[in-house]
């Protein structure tokens, strides 16, 4: 029946650009106007055969530097203390000469792809690993970095790229948010990272600070009541409201509210059950390491196992990563705390053969300059800087694009962050250019007017 | 789908004499082929050919696959100049010269660059003879554009006759005939004050205002009814709220960097309700918020007229320290955006690129609304007259001179005690050494020397070895001493340090008016010894006074400080400061692509040319702010009063008649009733602009009053129900969910206006209107239901089910703690279960019970409670009532 749907599907069809509409309509279509149907959150056909049907974005927000990580330049060591001859290159402040990695490189696994020695365990998985080297975006801030790497713009008044799949694919579990973000306190920015903007408000990230199961959602507890003494007062409310829609035939949202109560009375139990990460055995623990950022990475893995569409795990709040003195230090320490958790976290999906269908990025919104600032830092540098992607259909093994000799900008096969959500949405079988939204008389898209699928990269 | 534009079939024939000859030289041609054209097929013509250009995906509107394209060029002006490298953008953005670099993915090799810098430089002679059709729209047909629906003035209508009574049922009712839908019937009395109540106040009738309408037989009862709610200040709380959604009313930003929130943001707030409770014609409404501070009236009244110019004042400020004019760009784009859809249904913000792809607004027109805002500010302007300004500056100017005398007086006693201890140098000097050195107690040398422990700590951290790189020089010999150096070497070096002092006049600490010396000396030891916050010998007043005020002179400063409590009291409280957006008006240029970097040509100031007289002769005077406003509040502006009109319709009926209240271009929807909707904005300006005049003309009619009931026939053809043959049922936004959860259980405190409070305070009873909406972190509730992103200009709310909302329900300690509230209301009104039961209908719905919803109440309250549970039976019962979707949905 079409009667007073709750955001209406009509209405929601009639935001939708021509794309998204075949995209929304065939899952609609496919069902009678149940309360799943009804859910803007049911899963939805893709454009094409999707590769992968999950993202984790583990978000190294701060920067981390290129030539220390992922991009080694020998030449670096040659040219120590020089001014580069990319001179002129502006940066968000004023850095000297060219600086050495403090780091040796190693070439790791079948492949030999050069990995630096702060890295080991993630060196071990190289082979599962492409790295995109020639990384660029638009503003050397972290804000707009931020803003753009998570939202694809560089004001804070766009839809972030989960809140798009969400919108796009829905989501495999109705009792968890299809979107939820990880990250203890705030990133810098904040909530504008995982806004749904002008979306609805159910495609919001969802998130999540304190691991603690029993405190992860919002009034998922209820202090108040046993559960058997909750599900009598449930059932009282299911026979109020069934009297009450009994004398309003036909209304769907009437009946999607009485389906939701339950759901979310589900929720209680499955929700909590998710983020625990205690129910591990030992041994999986152990191989993650310790800590916020290696719990949030195996939190990562049982949420994508129980069907969520799209992690994000900051690796911690601020930007950490931001490292304008001493990179050495500051970029051996994170590194130490975070190397053992994200090949974990590779591992584990591999075994489980959930890397297949689950895109992992790393990398952070910028890198930072081979010059140096101050005596031992390295400034923002959005000319040039590296991500890897593994799993989700994309080669492993694999060195993509490259940058100038100094790896100060990228020149070779140059990858737009636009770029790599085009790629992104084609591997989760969205076309980028389709996915739109109609929203203040013109179509809206991740991408905007830009962004190429990164064909060479995909397996 | 494109708005008429003539397209321009491009003729080069005059250029093709002098290109023919080169073109003749085959060599050149060879060249072409061999160097120039596979690179131009391989790395451009994917975003610069005719095909891009019909895929829609043609980039900066050059062509490369035709010798027209590039000789016509692009946004940013000519591409290749044949004969002169150094002319042109093409070998530019080869280069990676500008702001412009390509190919996208790569620079191409330094000896691909050259070929092209050698071609160019030869004639570049081109032999491809393709045509093209596609260079580029000539622009907007203005004249064609005048012809849509929207764009042109509202014409009165002929009534049409038929059975019923009001104009708006008779509209509606031609309608019903046109389209062959038979209406539902009326809804019950109950339904009906229930409906108008939730409506006009987002809060449910009391029992008793329900018995007094029910019984209430006069004909003139619902009139009186609606009278009743139009005069309750809770209207304007209500429909004050639907404006702040347009006006994406919120007191922070998005983001937080180098931004502060606007503490006085809640007093556009309480203008837009007070605005709407004193039903200020709207298009004083209209003006006020656009350029109130440009007013002349209300000369008196300054929070009437500056107070709603927190509709752009409190607008978006974006991070501005690399990227500014881009910034400023988008801080404009908020203003024009908000503006034009709000004021206007306009999507004026699509022209800032490129010319409206669908309606007829040139990218020029964009630049000249938005160069009225280039260069203003969001500030703060005192609500205050300016002689009562000057009372309070002239005040506050007194409580500052007092408080420097106070500063003054510390200043001297620090000044004093810090020259005793400049002469004791030597002796600081040693007694540090010995500190650092020997492991001394400093007290020891405090005792036994007299020296003050105060300088003596500052003294040692002073003379950390870590600081001896930026001592002066003075301290040269001292630091190169070693730790076990002779006393006789210290105290050497100790004295050489002390007479190396005595020439240094210790400045005043505080800095005295009109007195060069005085804290800003330029000296930089005696910045060192004195001034710096590192200093040894640098005393802040507040420390002065801990230490250095004796008892003698601190009557003195007694004295001194009764005169700023004084001066403090005497002076009248600050007055409040409204948001506003003011200065700038400088014009703009249009910014090709919208790129700050390539500017175009002059957009004058002015308003929407597609909006203006055909015949208007150049103004004598720059376009002002104030023009803008009046552009749009005037009568003769065909969207305004459509576009309000509409809004205040949708609000009522979940649907406008034009079902995109802020999209009246051609791509939003055309009009259900359009004789209905210029017959109502005809006659809302010819009534004064009066809102409430409008809510009686809809309410006072027999289609507000359908019931809310599905009718098989009529879904066939009109399921969507656009022609209203049915009431609707709608879902209570979360405002008036959360107001009527705190009114039932007898919570609500019904306090006006005033700062905002927050919502994540389970105790808070005030009316969600007026909690702290944000910009940076919405509230929860509000996200979870529905409540738009104050980013952005909302025309309507979303209305989704999620279970997160219901786990709010269940769970929540804002649920709980009404529920026990409502519980206990209950228990006060009946004897038994039964009568409470029934008194909790008539509060939660506004109806008495049915046996059989007595009977599941009656069983359920019988269970005995458990131990564990924390909630007795009709604390949960009363929960469930509240959680209820009868409770939720009004019909």
């Known amino acids: ?459 | 789908m494109s708005w008429p534009r003539t397209v321009l079939a491009l003729l080069v024939a005059p250029l093709f004499a002098d290109r023919l000859t080169a073109a003749d030289d085959p060599k050149a041609v060879e060249f072409f082929e061999a160097k120039i054209r596979p690179v131009l097929v391989e790395k451009c013509y994917k975003c610069h050919s005719e095909k891009a250009a019909k895929a829609d995906k043609l980039r900066g509107g050059l062509l490369l696959d035709t010798v027209a394209g590039w000789q016509k060029g692009g946004d940013t002006g000519k591409a290749i100049v044949p004969g002169k490298p150094a002319e042109g953008t093409f070998l530019k953005s080869l280069r990676h010269e500008g702001e412009i670099q390509m190919p996208p993915d790569g620079k191409l090799p330094a000896a691909v660059v050259a070929d092209f810098e050698k071609w160019i430089k030869d004639g570049a002679v081109d032999p491809r003879t393709d045509t093209t059709t596609t260079v580029k729209a000539a622009g907007l047909d203005l004249e064609k554009g005048r012809q849509f629906w929207s764009l042109q003035s509202p014409k009165p209508q002929t009534v049409p006759t038929n059975a019923e009574q009001s104009s708006i049922d008779r509209f509606v009712r031609a309608k019903w005939d046109e389209k062959g839908l038979r209406p539902v019937p009326q809804a019950d009395l109950r339904t009906l004050v229930r409906r108008v109540t939730f409506d006009l106040t987002g809060l449910p009738p009391t029992p008793e205002e329900v018995e007094a309408f029910v019984a209430d037989q006069s004909p003139k009862a619902w009139e009186k009814l609606i009278n009743r709610l139009l005069k309750s200040p809770r209207y304007g709380e209500r429909w004050g709220r639907y404006w702040l959604d347009v006006a994406r009313y919120a007191e922070d930003q998005a983001h937080t960097f180098g931004v502060t929130p606007k503490k006085n943001a809640y007093l556009y707030r309480d203008w837009v309700i007070q605005a709407f409770n004193d039903d200020m014609p709207y298009d004083q409404f209209v003006r006020l918020q656009v350029a109130g501070d440009l007013m002349a009236e209300p000369k008196d009244d300054l929070f009437k007229r500056l107070a709603g110019m927190g509709f752009l004042g409190l607008g978006a400020e974006y991070y501005k320290n690399t990227a500014r004019e881009q910034a400023i760009a988008e801080e404009l784009d908020d203003r024009v955006d908000t503006l034009t859809r709000g004021f206007l249904g306009l999507t004026v913000s699509c022209a800032r690129c490129h010319d409206h792809k669908f309606d007829p607004i040139p990218t020029r027109d964009y630049y000249s609304i938005a160069g009225i805002y280039y260069g203003s500010n969001l500030t703060q302007s005192p609500l205050a007259k300016p002689d009562e300004l000057k009372k309070y500056n002239d005040a506050q100017a007194k409580v500052t001179a007092a408080e420097e005398l106070v500063n003054h007086f510390l200043g001297d006693a620090g000044k004093a005690a810090a020259k005793e201890a400049a002469a004791l140098t030597a002796k600081y000097l040693e007694a540090a050494h010995k500190i650092r050195t020997a492991k001394a107690r400093p007290q020891e040398f405090v005792s036994k020397d007299g020296l003050n422990r105060y300088f003596l700590d500052r003294w040692v951290k002073f003379l950390d070895p870590a600081n001896a790189s930026k001592a002066p020089a003075v301290f040269k010999d001292w630091f190169a001493l070693k730790a076990d150096a002779k006393p006789e070497e210290v105290g050497t070096a100790a004295a050489a340090v002390q007479s190396k002092l005595v020439s240094v006049d210790v400045p005043d600490i505080v800095p005295v008016k009109n007195k060069k010396s005085a804290g800003k000396t330029s000296d930089p030891l005696t910045k060192a010894m004195f001034l710096d916050a590192t200093a040894p010998l640098f005393v802040a007043p507040a420390d002065a006074e801990k230490m250095f005020v004796t008892a003698d002179v601190k009557p003195k400063l007694a004295e001194l400080r009764g005169e700023v409590e004084k001066q403090k009291k005497a002076s009248p409280v600050a007055p409040l400061t409204a948001h506003i957006v003011s200065g700038g008006e400088q014009g703009m240029k249009v910014y090709i692509r919208g790129n700050p970097a390539t500017k175009g040509e002059d957009a004058p100031k002015g308003f929407l040319q597609v909006l203006s007289k055909t015949d208007a002769k150049p103004a004598a005077k720059p376009f002002t702010r104030l023009d803008l406003a009046n552009a749009i509040a005037s009568p003769d502006n065909p969207l305004t009063a459509r576009v309000i009109v509409n809004r205040v319709w949708a609000w009522h009926f979940g649907r406008g008649l034009v079902n995109t209240p802020s999209n009246f271009g051609s791509l939003g929807d055309r009009p259900s009733h359009p004789e209905l909707l210029d017959h109502l904005a005809v006659e809302f300006v010819k009534n004064g602009s009066s809102l409430k005049w409008l809510h009686k003309q809809i309410l006072l009619t027999n289609v507000y009053r359908l019931a809310a009931e599905p009718n098989a026939d009529n879904n066939k053809t009109d399921g969507g129900n656009v022609y209203l043959w049915r009431g609707t049922r709608k879902r209570l936004d979360v405002e008036a969910w959360r107001d009527s959860l705190l009114g039932v259980s007898g919570n609500l405190d019904e306090t006006l206006g005033g700062p905002t409070f927050d919502l994540r305070d389970a105790n808070a009873k005030r009316r969600t209107v007026y909690a702290k909406i944000s910009r940076h972190e919405l509230d929860g509730l509000l996200r979870l239901f529905d409540f738009p992103d104050a980013n952005v200009t909302a025309d309507r709310r979303n209305v989704t089910t999620v279970p997160q909302q219901q786990l709010f329900a269940l769970n929540s300690e804002f649920m709980i703690a009404q529920a026990k509230a409502f519980a206990n209301r209950l228990e006060k009104l009946g004897k038994t279960d039964a009568d409470r039961v029934t008194a909790a209908y008539h509060l939660a719905f506004n109806r008495p019970p049915e046996a059989k919803e007595r009977e599941l109440a009656v069983a359920f309250l019988k269970m005995p409670a458990k131990p564990s549970d924390t909630l007795t039976r009709w604390q949960q019962y009363a929960q469930a009532l509240l959680a209820s979707n009868e409770f939720l949905y009004v019909d």
């Open chain 1, 1 to 459: 029946m079409n009667f007073q749907m709750p955001f209406t599907r009509r209405e929601l069809l009639a935001r939708t650009g021509t794309g998204l509409g075949a995209l929304g309509l065939a899952s609609l279509l496919a069902q009678d106007a149940t309360a799943e149907a009804a859910s803007p959150l049911a899963p939805k056909v893709a454009h094409f055969p999707a590769k992968a049907k999950h993202v984790i974005h583990l978000f190294m927000n701060g920067g981390p530097s290129q030539v220390d990580t992922f991009d080694p330049k020998p030449a670096l060591k040659k040219f120590h203390g020089q001014q580069p001859t990319t001179a002129g290159l502006k940066t968000e402040r004023k850095t000297g000469g060219l600086y050495q990695s403090p780091f040796a490189f190693k070439k790791c696994g079948k492949s030999g792809i050069e990995v630096s020695e702060i890295f080991p365990e993630i060196g071990k998985c190289i082979d599962d690993i492409c790295v995109i080297r020639s990384m660029h975006t638009n503003i050397p801030n972290h804000e707009p970095g931020l803003l753009l790497m998570t939202c694809g713009n560089t004001q804070p008044i766009r839809p972030s790229m989960g809140s798009w799949l969400l919108y796009g694919l829905g989501t495999e579990n109705q009792n968890l948010p299809g979107f939820v973000v990880l990250c203890p306190g705030k990133p810098v920015v904040g909530p504008a990272l995982w806004n749904n903007s002008f979306l609805p408000g159910v495609y919001q990230g969802c998130h999540i600070a304190n691991l603690d199961p029993k405190r992860v959602i919002d009034h998922i507890r209820n202090k108040n009541l046993t559960p058997e003494t909750q599900r009598e007062q449930l059932d009282l409310l299911n026979g109020l409201n069934k009297m009450h829609a009994d004398k309003r035939a036909g209304d769907d949202q009437l009946d999607a509210r009485i389906q939701s109560l339950e759901m979310a009375f589900r929720m209680q139990t499955e929700a909590t059950d998710a983020f625990d990460v205690s129910k591990e055995a030992t041994k999986t623990r152990e191989e993650y390491g310790k800590g916020y950022f290696a719990d949030a990475c195996l939190t990562a893995r049982r949420l994508v196992e129980r069907g969520v569409r799209m992690v994000q795990v900051f690796y911690g709040s601020g930007q950490p990563w931001d490292d304008h003195g001493d990179i050495e230090k500051g970029h051996r320490t994170k590194a130490a705390d975070s190397d053992k958790a994200v090949a974990a976290l590779l591992r584990d999906l591999k075994r489980s053969g959930l890397l297949e269908e689950t895109l992992v990025l790393w990398g952070g919104e910028f890198g930072r300059t081979p010059t140096s600032e101050g005596s031992n830092g390295r400034d923002h540098n959005h000319h040039g800087f590296s991500v890897f992607l593994a799993g989700g259909g994309v080669k492993g093994g694999m060195a993509y694009g490259s940058t100038d000799e100094f790896g100060f900008s990228a020149v070779e096969k140059k990858v737009h962050v636009h770029d790599l959500h085009a790629t992104i949405l084609h591997q989760m079988g969205i076309n980028h250019e389709k996915l739109t939204y109609r929203y203040s008389g013109r179509d809206f898209r991740l991408t905007d007017v830009h962004g190429v699928v990164v064909k060479d990269i995909l397996a």
